[in-house]
């Protein structure tokens, strides 16, 4: 399309180009990701045709990936999920019933009522996946509809996704930062606006351009290196990024605190700090100095197999560029030890005054005071049904207030053990957890088949809606729904332009459940009327329209932006300088994490299952798996459906080990093996990664096969390949965040027609599973319950 084109309808939301009807909007999940892009959509005759990115978009200015540009391959997919479906025969055996909404939603009433009656609210537990367009209205179903605190991510262990680093940023900053690549600024990329472009950029356990995660779109990286930005790269793995960077630390998977720690040692000792900003901004520089006085880049060498003059050359270019940037990735949440390496990074920005300066680590929060999210509605709960939300034992989850939702692992084992009250129903709103989300795939497989009544809310059907579910909702998809975000900046619409059967918007979902239940909670009757409410209530007057007919026209809003808040007053609700923490500063040494009994300073702490803390299971066991890495083509356990460009290019479970790692295991490229250990196992086929260390392996996650039989055993092959076969649910740090995605151990041998008889498949649904043995001291899988 030439630039004439877009330049003629420069400014209109909406035009005729021929046959198609073009709306100017934007997208999010599902199916997608975490960011909401800038885009252009061609319906004709109500169907979705055709997706382009908006160049006129500031967010991502015109680019997508393959996951947007392949969006009309699933709306239109006849494999979705088109009408509510009831269960008709046993929970596994995939026979349904269709029926209408009524009949559904008299079923949720009664049985709501029932719990309720029998039970209290507080049995009843929602979910939702990760980076979902219902962040908040799944989270306002289960506190203003089911009246219940506990909401929480599908099972993901430590609520390691984003909440450690969200944690020790709060608690550490009293605020949230991010690398300054210009994204606040409608501006992009204008020196009018204050911005600079960082010297050095470190990409840290984060494939940005492959990931996009977290609101970050990885593409304003490559813009700042087309713009003369060096980068550090710190991934086990030679990434796009890592070959294009000034260094590469290939750490060992889960010792990032350790490196952390050295690069703060290196920039102390050599005195390459920010004197004045440490000075002035900094609380506990002293005692932070002395903590990593003995993290020589010597000693964090051995523990994390990267040259120890590489860690020096990394952390001296970090700490002399002006100004610099850290972008830090889901695999620092993914370790028992996240809080403090978050800490230890954290600290990174601090010490070099690289904190809301322009091109820095800047301070953002959602645009015109927008706080939806998983705690959007828990101020309905009355203190006594508050006081019950899973996780309590868990204090910077709970009294602290760093957590808004319940914790994964304690729903699980009140699933499992009834305490301190049952569960009696769960419902899942785009979540696969024995696909993806759940660390223990076939433990949480034993507990989900013991919940009286179970949910399942989304786009496909999937494993999990097939193993437990009493009834399955279809979910309206991106282009589906009218809808609101505000995740930072910008404000931002999206516009349903087509209609799938008989889908609906979770905005419209929880509006028709919540009306039944709690009517009061719910003053609007659909998506539009929640939206003009959350323009009304929940936004300041700064915001330049006031209905969504007017912002859906507009498409985004950029609110005003000003560097060095910390320094005008800007933070603190006393609108005195300084930072939004007990001592108004950043606090190195902290004491919001001493108030609660742990350690105030960031360290390392090897991880439970590796070659050093575990070596007798090592000589079983002796590669280092890694988890999780991302892909162009899925995120986490979507897109997998066949025929679909996805699958095409990507049609089987990767698995990745170093030349000589496959040569020693007897494999070659693209040959089918079992990965295994003391937990359980799954098969993967191998791809040769020659810049891997050969003592670790990289598995991918998510993986289910939908053009396979749904049916138990089976169950659309989903535990045939899951890594999560062999990761350890309720294994968590101490404050209750972070859970080991990211480091086990494991060994790898080829698939033969002997080893292959009976699949993961058949052993969790017919011969119960892997990990029987449970450790009551820990709700751990005892190590060698079944492989010792």
Same mark, same amino acid.
């Given at each position: 399309?030439?630039?004439?084109?877009?330049?003629?309808?420069?400014?209109?939301?909406?035009?005729?180009?021929?046959?198609?009807?073009?709306?100017?909007?934007?997208?999010?999940?599902?199916?997608?990701?975490?960011?909401?892009?800038?885009?252009?959509?061609?319906?004709?005759?109500?169907?979705?045709?055709?997706?382009?990115?908006?160049?006129?978009?500031?967010?991502?200015?015109?680019?997508?990936?393959?996951?947007?540009?392949?969006?009309?391959?699933?709306?239109?997919?006849?494999?979705?999920?088109?009408?509510?479906?009831?269960?008709?025969?046993?929970?596994?055996?995939?026979?349904?019933?269709?029926?209408?909404?009524?009949?559904?939603?008299?079923?949720?009433?009664?049985?709501?009522?029932?719990?309720?009656?029998?039970?209290?609210?507080?049995?009843?537990?929602?979910?939702?996946?990760?980076?979902?367009?219902?962040?908040?209205?799944?989270?306002?179903?289960?506190?203003?509809?089911?009246?219940?605190?506990?909401?929480?991510?599908?099972?993901?262990?430590?609520?390691?996704?984003?909440?450690?680093?969200?944690?020790?940023?709060?608690?550490?900053?009293?605020?949230?930062?991010?690398?300054?690549?210009?994204?606040?600024?409608?501006?992009?990329?204008?020196?009018?606006?204050?911005?600079?472009?960082?010297?050095?950029?470190?990409?840290?356990?984060?494939?940005?351009?492959?990931?996009?995660?977290?609101?970050?779109?990885?593409?304003?990286?490559?813009?700042?290196?087309?713009?003369?930005?060096?980068?550090?790269?710190?991934?086990?793995?030679?990434?796009?990024?890592?070959?294009?960077?000034?260094?590469?630390?290939?750490?060992?998977?889960?010792?990032?605190?350790?490196?952390?720690?050295?690069?703060?040692?290196?920039?102390?000792?050599?005195?390459?700090?920010?004197?004045?900003?440490?000075?002035?901004?900094?609380?506990?520089?002293?005692?932070?100095?002395?903590?990593?006085?003995?993290?020589?880049?010597?000693?964090?060498?051995?523990?994390?197999?990267?040259?120890?003059?590489?860690?020096?050359?990394?952390?001296?270019?970090?700490?002399?560029?002006?100004?610099?940037?850290?972008?830090?990735?889901?695999?620092? /949440?993914?370790?028992?030890?996240? $809080? *403090?390496? &978050?800490? !230890?990074?954290?600290? +990174?920005? =601090?010490?070099?005054?690289?904190?809301?300066?322009?091109?820095?680590?800047?301070?953002?929060?959602?645009?015109?005071?927008?706080?939806?999210?998983?705690?959007?509605?828990?101020?309905?709960?009355?203190?006594?049904?508050?006081?019950?939300?899973?996780?309590?034992?868990?204090?910077?989850?709970?009294?602290?207030?760093?957590?808004?939702?319940?914790?994964?692992?304690?729903?699980?084992?009140?699933?499992?053990?009834?305490?301190?009250?049952?569960?009696?129903?769960?419902?899942?709103?785009?979540?696969?957890?024995?696909?993806?989300?759940?660390?223990?795939?076939?433990?949480?497989?034993?507990?989900?088949?013991?919940?009286?009544?179970?949910?399942?809310? /989304?786009?496909?059907?999937?494993? $999990? *809606?097939? &193993?437990? !579910?009493?009834?399955? +909702?279809? =979910?309206?998809?991106?282009?589906?729904?009218?809808?609101?975000?505000?995740?930072?900046?910008?404000?931002?619409?999206?516009?349903?332009?087509?209609?799938?059967?008989?889908?609906?918007?979770?905005?419209?979902?929880?509006?028709?459940?919540?009306?039944?239940?709690?009517?009061?909670?719910?003053?609007?009757?659909?998506?539009?009327?929640?939206?003009?409410?959350?323009?009304?209530?929940?936004?300041?007057?700064?915001?330049?329209?006031?209905?969504?007919?007017?912002?859906?026209?507009?498409?985004?809003?950029?609110?005003?932006?000003?560097?060095?808040?910390?320094?005008?007053?800007?933070?603190?609700?006393?609108?005195?300088?300084?930072?939004?923490?007990?001592?108004?500063?950043?606090?190195?040494?902290?004491?919001?994490?001493?108030?609660?009994?742990?350690?105030?300073?960031?360290?390392?702490?090897?991880?439970?299952?590796?070659?050093?803390?575990?070596?007798?299971?090592?000589?079983?066991?002796?590669?280092?798996?890694?988890?999780?890495?991302?892909?162009?083509?899925?995120?986490?356990?979507?897109?997998?459906?066949?025929?679909?460009?996805?699958?095409?290019?990507?049609?089987?479970?990767?698995?990745?080990?170093?030349?000589?790692?496959?040569?020693?295991?007897?494999?070659?490229?693209?040959?089918?093996?079992?990965?295994?250990?003391?937990?359980?196992?799954?098969?993967?086929?191998?791809?040769?990664?020659?810049?891997?260390?050969?003592?670790?392996?990289?598995?991918?996650?998510?993986?289910?096969?939908?053009?396979?039989?749904?049916?138990?055993?089976?169950?659309?092959?989903?535990?045939?390949?899951?890594?999560?076969?062999?990761?350890?649910?309720?294994?968590?740090?101490?404050?209750?965040?972070?859970?080991?995605?990211?480091?086990?151990?494991?060994?790898?041998?080829?698939?033969?027609?002997?080893?292959?008889?009976?699949?993961?498949?058949?052993?969790?649904?017919?011969?119960?599973?892997?990990?029987?043995?449970?450790?009551?001291?820990?709700?751990?899988?005892?190590?060698?319950?079944?492989?010792?």
């Amino acid at each position: 399309m030439s630039n004439d084109y877009y330049e003629s309808h420069r400014g209109e939301w909406q035009w005729q180009d021929g046959e198609y009807t073009v709306t100017r909007t934007t997208a999010w999940s599902g199916p997608g990701c975490h960011d909401g892009c800038g885009v252009l959509y061609y319906t004709k005759d109500g169907k979705l045709e055709k997706v382009e990115g908006d160049p006129d978009n500031p967010f991502n200015q015109g680019a997508l990936c393959m996951r947007c540009l392949e969006m009309p391959e699933f709306v239109n997919n006849p494999t979705r999920l088109g009408h509510p479906m009831k269960r008709a025969g046993e929970r596994g055996e995939n026979k349904w019933e269709r029926v209408s909404w009524e009949e559904a939603l008299d079923l949720i009433e009664e049985k709501v009522r029932a719990i309720w009656k029998d039970y209290g609210p507080e049995s009843i537990v929602c979910h939702i996946g990760t980076g979902r367009n219902n962040c908040d209205q799944i989270p306002y179903l289960c506190y203003a509809a089911f009246g219940s605190p506990n909401f929480s991510m599908g099972y993901l262990a430590g609520d390691s996704c984003f909440c450690p680093r969200s944690a020790s940023m709060a608690s550490q900053n009293g605020d949230f930062m991010i690398a300054d690549c210009s994204q606040q600024f409608e501006k992009r990329y204008d020196e009018s606006t204050g911005w600079r472009c960082p010297e050095v950029i470190v990409n840290w356990g984060c494939n940005a351009v492959v990931s996009n995660s977290d609101n970050f779109f990885g593409g304003w990286i490559v813009d700042c290196m087309q713009r003369g930005s060096k980068m550090i790269t710190i991934d086990p793995s030679l990434t796009w990024l890592a070959s294009r960077s000034a260094y590469w630390l290939r750490v060992r998977p889960g010792t990032d605190a350790a490196l952390a720690m050295a690069m703060l040692n290196v920039i102390i000792s050599e005195d390459l700090y920010d004197h004045d900003f440490v000075a002035k901004w900094c609380y506990g520089f002293d005692e932070l100095a002395e903590r990593v006085r003995d993290w020589t880049p010597e000693r964090a060498a051995e523990v994390c197999w990267v040259e120890a003059e590489d860690i020096v050359g990394a952390a001296r270019l970090y700490a002399q560029a002006d100004p610099a940037a850290i972008q830090w990735g889901l695999k620092l /949440d993914q370790t028992t030890n996240a $809080t *403090a390496t &978050a800490c !230890a990074v954290n600290s +990174l920005w =601090a010490i070099t005054g690289n904190v809301d300066n322009p091109g820095g680590n800047i301070i953002i929060r959602n645009a015109f005071d927008q706080n939806l999210s998983y705690g959007y509605g828990y101020h309905l709960l009355p203190p006594e049904v508050q006081a019950k939300r899973l996780g309590a034992e868990f204090p910077l989850m709970s009294r602290a207030g760093y957590s808004s939702s319940a914790h994964a692992d304690s729903v699980l084992k009140a699933i499992e053990t009834g305490e301190p009250y049952p569960i009696r129903m769960v419902w899942m709103t785009s979540t696969n957890p024995i696909a993806n989300m759940g660390a223990d795939a076939p433990r949480l497989f034993r507990a989900l088949k013991s919940v009286d009544f179970v949910v399942v809310n /989304d786009l496909f059907m999937t494993p $999990t *809606a097939i &193993a437990f !579910a009493d009834l399955v +909702l279809p =979910a309206a998809m991106s282009p589906e729904r009218n809808s609101q975000r505000c995740w930072w900046v910008p404000n931002r619409t999206l516009t349903k332009v087509t209609q799938y059967e008989e889908c609906v918007s979770d905005d419209d979902l929880v509006t028709m459940v919540g009306k039944r239940l709690h009517p009061e909670n719910f003053p609007w009757d659909d998506n539009v009327g929640w939206i003009n409410h959350i323009f009304e209530h929940e936004t300041n007057d700064e915001l330049p329209y006031k209905s969504f007919e007017e912002a859906q026209k507009v498409v985004w809003s950029y609110p005003a932006f000003t560097y060095l808040k910390h320094e005008k007053g800007l933070l603190r609700p006393d609108g005195q300088p300084g930072f939004n923490t007990p001592s108004g500063r950043i606090e190195l040494y902290n004491t919001n994490l001493m108030l609660w009994g742990y350690d105030p300073l960031p360290d390392f702490k090897e991880p439970s299952c590796s070659p050093v803390s575990s070596p007798e299971l090592a000589e079983k066991y002796p590669l280092v798996l890694t988890t999780g890495a991302r892909s162009f083509e899925f995120f986490h356990s979507e897109h997998r459906q066949e025929g679909t460009t996805s699958r095409e290019l990507h049609p089987d479970p990767l698995f990745e080990m170093s030349p000589a790692a496959a040569e020693a295991a007897g494999l070659s490229e693209g040959d089918w093996a079992w990965i295994e250990n003391q937990r359980g196992r799954c098969r993967q086929k191998l791809h040769v990664n020659p810049s891997l260390d050969d003592r670790v392996v990289r598995a991918e996650h998510g993986w289910w096969f939908p053009e396979t039989e749904g049916a138990e055993p089976n169950l659309y092959g989903v535990f045939d390949s899951n890594i999560n076969n062999l990761t350890p649910q309720c294994e968590n740090g101490d404050t209750g965040f972070g859970a080991p995605y990211a480091n086990q151990l494991c060994r790898v041998y080829p698939c033969t027609e002997e080893n292959s008889r009976v699949l993961p498949g058949e052993q969790v649904t017919r011969r119960g599973g892997y990990s029987k043995v449970i450790d009551e001291s820990n709700g751990d899988v005892k190590v060698g319950a079944i492989y010792g």
